[in-house]
């Protein structure tokens, strides 16, 4: 069988462990909020504005927040009850979010529902309609909304749907138990996609680490027209967009370009499943499957409401074994780094791991002896000895223009090899920033 794969990358499994064997035998357990705080800024582009005050009652899947701009979705209730409180809160952003609180009644009443129908029958042009209403975006952590993905402009021509299954990152399985529990929906999801979009070719794609995944997946795609199941190398960062359409397609994404300037479209196998049910039951994305592990007492995979507090996902699996040092929401390489525990999972979080203190600490750094593992690391090509140094000396136009530190995906991997353990993806992370900053000012 040929399995997909790409240069650069590193082996966390190899060199230590990835922490995935703490929940990968633990089926999808539904854990229900008393309370949920509900961010406008789950996805990328302007926050959603609410559309509800504190005292109403809401039922789930009830719009509580309408788009804004261009590229906003709305969002929606994930259970019935009374809003308490319209306020900010800080969340993983640099800045405050808007929240909606929402004290659950237990009645788990649902809003009147509108679904299209089967995935093959529905109306093709009324899906990305339905996906925004939906108020899907990515899933896999990226939480770009994902109608405006599935409508490139006009001139770009988009031939395969890749879906995201590698699940390359640290600690979590939440994908991978989707794939092995609910294989049909992520099937249905890329068919509905492709219907939508006129693509005659889907590829669900998955590291050879999760065989299970792999055969669940390849039982629940025969038959369906135009889906085919790519087995990838277990390698990270193999789910990066980028790295995976080169792996599995042989295509390059021209440097700051899209997936659709390579034709091509990549969306998390999570999000395809809250695409089925977009369609198919008229169900906007109110919950998740998100694994919560390291150091809490009964790692596990939940499928939480989205606005749950880190703190009361940490408690359904025992609570914190160990006093938390750091919380990553995502997984370890790529995570942000939580302010504390009431800030809440949102639409793009699939992960919860937590440090203990002994573990958060960042060893010492030591001077570069240019070795040059960061350069063989690096998935995209660059330079990041030489990128640290220019950061130091404070020499950004270099890092932009030279050493195209844009392009840098911020995996860690040249952090990760590095034996004099420099700080390298944090200092391309501030760069990426400054830069980001300055041109949306010029
Ligand atoms: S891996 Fe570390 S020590 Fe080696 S060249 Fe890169 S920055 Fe320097
Ligand atoms: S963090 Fe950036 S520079 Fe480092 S390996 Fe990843 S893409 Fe390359």
């Not at 089926?27 to 559309?51: F, L, Y």
């Not at 988009?158 to 992520?186: K, Y």
């Not at 395809?272 to 977009?278: F, G, Y």
């Not at 919380?327 to 504390?340: D, E, K, L």
Request: charged share 25%.
């Amino acid at each position: 069988m040929r399995k997909y794969s790409f240069r650069g990358g590193i082996h966390p499994l190899r060199d230590t462990h990835e922490g995935k064997e703490l929940t990968r035998n633990k089926p999808i357990r539904e854990v229900v909020a008393q309370v949920v705080r509900i961010p406008m800024d789950m996805h990328i582009g302007a926050p959603s504005e609410p559309i509800v005050k504190k005292g109403d009652r809401v039922l789930i899947g009830q719009k509580i927040a309408e788009a804004v701009g261009g590229i906003g979705v709305p969002v929606h209730a994930s259970v019935s009850g009374t809003v308490t409180e319209v306020a900010a809160y800080q969340m993983m952003h640099k800045k405050p979010s808007m929240c909606i609180t929402i004290e659950n009644d237990g009645l788990e009443e649902w809003v009147q529902l509108a679904p299209l129908g089967d995935v093959e029958t529905a109306a093709a042009d009324k899906i990305i309609p339905a996906v925004k209403e939906a108020g899907i975006c990515g899933m896999g952590g990226a939480c770009f909304p994902t109608h405006i993905k599935m409508s490139p402009p006009a001139g770009k021509v988009v031939d395969t749907v890749l879906l995201n299954g590698a699940e390359c990152e640290t600690f979590l399985t939440a994908d991978f138990r989707l794939m092995l529990e609910q294989p049909e929906r992520v099937v249905n999801g890329l068919r509905a996609v492709m219907r939508a979009m006129g693509v005659k070719r889907g590829i669900i794609c998955i590291e050879d680490n999760k065989p299970e995944a792999i055969q669940a997946i390849t039982k629940a795609a025969a038959g369906r027209e135009g889906v085919e199941v790519g087995t990838l190398k277990t390698k990270y960062p193999q789910g990066g967009e980028k790295q995976l359409i080169y792996s599995v397609l042989g295509r390059e994404v021209p440097a700051g370009g899209l997936p659709m300037d390579a034709g091509v479209v990549v969306l998390n196998v999570g999000t395809a499943a809250a695409i089925a049910d977009a369609v198919i039951e008229g169900k906007p994305l109110i919950s998740r499957v998100t694994t919560i592990s390291g150091a809490v007492a009964a790692p596990d995979n939940l499928l939480l409401r989205i606005g749950t507090l880190l703190k009361d996902a940490a408690e359904a699996c025992g609570g914190y074994a160990k006093e938390p040092g750091k919380i990553f929401v995502g997984g370890s390489m790529t995570g942000v780094c939580a302010p504390n525990d009431e800030a809440s999972i949102s639409k793009a979080n699939n992960g919860l791991v937590v440090f203990d203190e002994k573990d958060a600490q960042l060893p010492d750094e030591s001077s570069c002896i240019r070795c040059g593992r960061c350069i063989d690391a690096c998935p995209v090509w660059l330079n990041p000895y030489q990128m640290k140094r220019d950061y130091q000396l404070g020499k950004l136009d270099e890092m932009e223009k030279k050493l195209h530190v844009m392009e840098c995906v911020l995996c860690g991997s040249c952090s990760y090899v590095c034996p004099a353990r420099q700080y390298l993806t944090p200092a391309f992370k501030d760069a990426k920033d400054i830069i980001t900053a300055r041109r949306m000012k010029q």
